[in-house]
């Protein structure tokens, strides 16, 4: 058991790509609960794209980490602790400690997953926010239908792996986009995508018009840039497009080069009457997490949805862990083991 409580620390805000110099790894006190308060202890720490935003103090949908404040970021821990109703000692939880061993909590935003949870990891991505992301996203926004041609950007990805997997329950085509041989034969061999396409190759959008032969009907969007440049052609009249992110872009700090195609853009979409909706998953659909939690666990246990974590070891490195997200270097759900189970 640590003495004490290592945090990694915003030092600076990034200019691009974040660097080492960007984090400082702090060694602080261990907290002691108060009544009505828990003391946790990280197990596993996730680690997601939308961390680059929160690294900025531009105005986004929530408030960026302070200078000198610990990274955000969703764990999985154990109580270590408590003197708060309904959490024991050696109960696993899912919560918000950030990026540090130890944190204090009352509860709020967290979910106690009991004793023996199977695969506690798990609740940080197939059976937390990354599927919950691609469960309403896909469902609600995107609406997929029977016969319908569903187009997934990073598809092997936390979340896009997921949408695609759903989408196949509900009986769309389902094509995938991913970076390198390897994580397209992963996308339709091992999770059952219709097909995949290599958004590295040099005729990538020749490729996505040939497969996708009868139009998109549904893009699920979380990468942007030419990804998304080759999909736009595509789209079917009334098409539905969840925008869940834009991880090509989120290491740029100013427009990309080239002319402004906003018109074009906009002409377009209101010619095809294409939807496009962005979503924060907890902010605009935490009341329906029991709808998912009850739909992906049955999928998992039954073997319809298929999941793969990249898990890496040690806080200190978790800031070279979420430049790998961010470049795509990563295969499956980034996740980083920070201590030992109790």
């Given at each position: ?36 308060e ?9 680690l ?8 900025s ?44 061993d ?7 935003m967290?979910?106690?997953l ?17 599927g ?31 949408v ?45 018009a ?26 079917n009249?009334c098409?539905r ?8 872009q ?24 294409v ?31 298929k ?36």
């Open positions: 058991m640590n003495t004490v409580n290592r945090q990694i620390l915003l030092n600076s805000r990034p200019v691009g790509e974040p660097t080492a110099e960007n984090f400082r790894l702090h060694q602080g006190e261990i907290p002691s609960p108060k009544q009505g828990m003391l946790l202890r990280t197990v596993y720490l996730s997601d794209p939308y961390m680059r935003g929160r690294m103090d531009a105005k986004s949908y929530a408030e960026p980490v302070a200078l000198g404040g610990v990274m955000f970021g969703g764990t999985v821990a154990q109580v270590v602790e408590s003197n708060l109703d309904g959490y024991a000692v050696g109960d696993w939880v899912l919560s918000i400690n950030g990026w540090q130890y944190a204090i909590s009352t509860g709020e967290a979910i106690n009991g004793k023996n949870p199977s695969k506690p990891s798990w609740a940080l991505g197939v059976l937390g926010m990354p919950f992301t691609a469960y309403m996203g896909l469902l609600d926004i995107g609406n997929a239908q029977p016969g319908e041609t569903v187009v997934v950007a990073a598809a092997s990805g936390a979340v896009g792996s997921n695609g997997q759903i989408a196949k329950i509900k009986g769309a085509k389902v094509v995938g986009i991913a970076g390198g041989e390897e994580k397209c034969r992963y996308v339709v061999e091992e999770l059952g995508f219709d097909a995949c396409i290599d958004h590295k190759a040099d005729d990538f959008a020749e490729q996505l040939a497969v996708c032969d009868k139009g998109i009907d549904v893009y699920f969007e979380n990468v942007g840039g030419k990804v998304f440049d080759a999909v736009l052609p595509l789209l009249p098409a497009i969840p925008l869940c992110g834009n991880i090509s989120y290491n740029s700090d100013e427009l990309p080069a080239g002319p402004d195609r906003s018109y074009q853009l906009m002409s377009f979409l209101q010619v095809t009457r939807t496009v909706k962005g979503f924060i998953i907890y902010d605009d659909y935490g009341h329906r997490y029991d709808e998912f939690a009850k739909d992906m666990q049955q999928w998992v246990s039954e073997g319809k949805i999941y793969k974590e990249h898990m890496i070891e040690g806080l200190e490195n978790a800031p070279a862990g979420l430049n790998d997200v961010l470049n795509g270097r990563n295969f499956g759900k980034m996740v980083v083991k920070v201590n030992e189970p109790l």
